[in-house]
T-cell receptor, first 114, second 109 residues
């Protein structure tokens, strides 16, 4: 595709339910990032995938959060037993691994936990 | 470990006034530095990168290795510059890019 695609664009879920957020990166991009952006706040790094290397999970806020990347392309971020504080925009981004190259962001998935 | 610091969460300036968004980094090697911008209801996108030495929308940023800074500057702020600005560092290879926490620029008419 032309850019990073995320789905759903909006998700309202009940507290305690699990949610899955999907990211389709730009074809050929080996690096994939997930970030969280709470209302009026900056970027919060969650997880980084690079090729076949073990992902950098250092930003995941709790064990309720997990992510996988299948076949080096599509990624899914899963939040189990959602809490109200999980409400935020979840951004996915991708890039090549070459230093100096641009990171391209998706439009985000807006999650509201009620 | 690499780190990017943007000390101001919010910067308010009047239209026509000069703007300087501060960014300091810590990294022992030679970093690649970037500014990204997010306008209201738009996706986050690249504004400029230090390696290109370019001016985009009137903005410039100079890498100062002595002060480990990459401040974003514009001589005359416009209302359409109101946005969230993020400084980012790429140490190269397979390391992840590190973003600062962002500065919201508000240009007052």
């Amino acid at each position: 595709g032309a850019g990073v695609s995320q789905s759903p664009s909006n998700k309202v879920t009940e507290k305690g339910k699990d949610v899955e957020l999907r990211c389709d990166p730009i074809s050929g991009h080996t690096a994939l990032y997930w970030y969280r952006q709470s209302l009026g706040q900056g970027l919060e790094f969650l997880i980084y995938f690079q090729g076949n290397s073990a992902p950098d999970k250092s930003g995941l806020p709790s064990d309720r959060f997990s992510a996988e990347r299948t076949g080096g392309s599509v990624s899914t971020l899963t939040i189990q037993r959602t809490q109200q504080e999980d409400s935020a925009v979840y951004l996915c981004a991708s890039s090549t691994h070459v230093a100096g190259n641009t990171i391209y962001f998706g439009e985000g998935s807006w999650l509201t936990v009620v | 470990a690499q780190r990017v610091t943007q000390p101001e969460k919010l910067l308010s300036v009047f239209k026509g006034a000069p703007v300087e968004l501060k960014c300091n980094y810590s990294y022992s090697g030679s970093p690649e530095l970037f500014w990204y911008v997010q306008y209201s209801r738009q996706r986050l996108q690249l504004l400029l990168r230090h390696i290109s030495r370019e001016s985009i929308k009137g903005f410039t940023a100079d890498l100062n290795k002595g002060e480990t800074s990459f401040h974003l500057k514009k001589p005359f702020a416009q209302e359409e510059d109101s946005a969230m600005y993020y400084c980012a560092l790429n140490s190269g290879g397979y390391q992840k890019v590190t973003f600062g926490t962002g500065t919201k620029l508000q240009v007052i008419p």
